[in-house]
């Protein structure tokens, strides 16, 4: 972005099609249309959407082509998704792939409500979209009953292009202004998350019970 | 010393303790006796110290649940099974006991063999039968705070509810992509 060349009747032109600029009067005739004036919300959702950092919550065989997807082969990297955060402070969007237990769930939960904002979620795959072949009492019967889901992938268990496919959608929505933001009273309380961590936490396992 | 046949395995288990075995079967070339719960200790040592049987290895602890079955040599709704295997010898045992549903105690055989824990937890877990004995008899697979055991055949397939109690986390506003246009955010963007 920024590189300008001067037009030949003396008009800003951008090498790139889709760059928003404010004609050329003031400032910027003085300095000869060599800076471009913009809007900060504009340079916000293009930079984000050129540089997703997905957190992967691989779960089963939708994780699998998701790898693939992310290796050289499928290269997510062309669309600026390459950066695989297993952190969830660092990342702000969440693929879904594989199926979500109810055990698991509630950790799905809090490592979203970890993300920081704006965020986005994919849901890759039938069971992550809706449990799947799997309707039994553990399985969770879609995570958009839970989660906030912007992009569903079918397949059992989807192609890594369209995957590929989701991420451009999500750039898109992120480019026709979806905020990605909660709402002040869906995010956890901290008494919630310490509920949940006292449920999860393992504990001594082994108990002796492998001699 | 070499593996003994499975009819070998139940004679001697039948001398030793002479009217304490329920039933005798087998399946696929795999014997199995059925005791009482009482004996199950006292045969378990029996099985796993004498040289000839020497099972070191309790391979599996898992339940069964005979709702609306009718099964001659166990009478009970429940039975416990145990598969045991000799590494040294190369024979392999199976072991029933009948549990009844109004009291669904076993004593437990982790003094036994320790590998007796996992497999007590798991099947505590998913048909509810009571370990006695087990120091660590919490839930293995499912969540610590789950109610009921789903492989008993009276749970439902689709569970109680539980599958759908969760928190919802929605977004702040309905986000609709055709509403949103560029013109109105900055009527003097050009593209």
């Known amino acids: ?211 | 010393m070499s593996a003994l046949s499975q009819e070998a395995i139940i004679e001697a288990v039948k001398s030793q303790f002479e009217g304490k075995i329920i039933a005798e079967g087998g399946h696929n070339g795999q014997s199995y006796i059925v005791i009482d719960r009482d004996d199950l200790i006292e045969i378990s040592k029996y099985l796993k110290e004498t040289p000839e049987l020497k099972f070191d290895m309790l391979s599996d602890v898992t339940a069964v649940d005979h709702l609306l079955m009718e099964v001659d040599e166990i009478p009970e709704r429940y039975a416990v099974v145990y598969q045991l295997t000799s590494f040294e010898l190369g024979h392999r045992f199976r072991v029933k006991v009948p549990v009844p549903e109004e009291d669904t105690v076993v004593p437990s055989l982790y003094e036994v063999w320790r590998a007796a824990s996992w497999g007590e937890r798991e099947t505590h877990d998913m048909y509810g039968i009571e370990f006695d004995g087990n120091p660590d008899l919490r839930r293995l697979l499912m969540p610590s705070d789950y109610d009921g055991f789903p492989l008993r055949k009276d749970y439902p397939l689709r569970g109680r509810g539980e599958r759908d109690d969760f928190q919802q986390i929605r977004r702040g506003e309905d986000f609709d992509a055709e509403d949103q246009s560029t013109e109105e955010q900055s009527p003097h963007l050009t593209t």
Not at chain 1, 106 to 124: C, G, H, T
């Open chain 1, 1 to 211: 972005m920024g590189i300008i060349t001067p037009g030949s009747n003396n008009q800003p032109k951008t090498l790139t099609n889709d760059i928003p600029v404010i004609k050329g009067t003031g400032a910027e005739k003085l300095l000869e249309n060599k800076l471009v004036t913009t809007t900060v919300d504009w340079v916000l959702k293009w930079a984000r959407k050129n540089s997703l950092w997905p957190m992967p919550f691989g779960t089963a065989c939708c994780a699998i082509e998701m790898m693939a997807t992310l290796s050289g082969r499928y290269d997510l990297a062309r669309f600026g998704a390459e950066v695989i955060r297993f952190s969830p402070r660092q990342s702000d969007l969440m693929i879904v792939s594989g199926r979500i237990s109810i055990k698991m769930m509630s950790v799905l939960l809090k490592i979203y409500s970890q993300m920081p904002e704006p965020k986005w979620v994919i849901s890759m795959g039938a069971c992550a979209s809706s449990g799947g072949v799997f309707d039994t009492y553990t399985l969770i019967q879609g995570v958009d009953q839970f989660l906030p889901v912007d992009v569903y992938i079918p397949g059992c268990p989807p192609r890594p292009e369209s995957l590929i496919d989701a991420v451009i959608r999500i750039q898109q929505i992120i480019d026709e202004g979806h905020p990605g933001y909660l709402s002040d009273d869906a995010r956890f309380s901290p008494e919630e998350i310490e509920r949940a961590a006292e449920l999860f936490t393992p504990g001594p396992a082994t108990g002796g019970g492998c001699s």
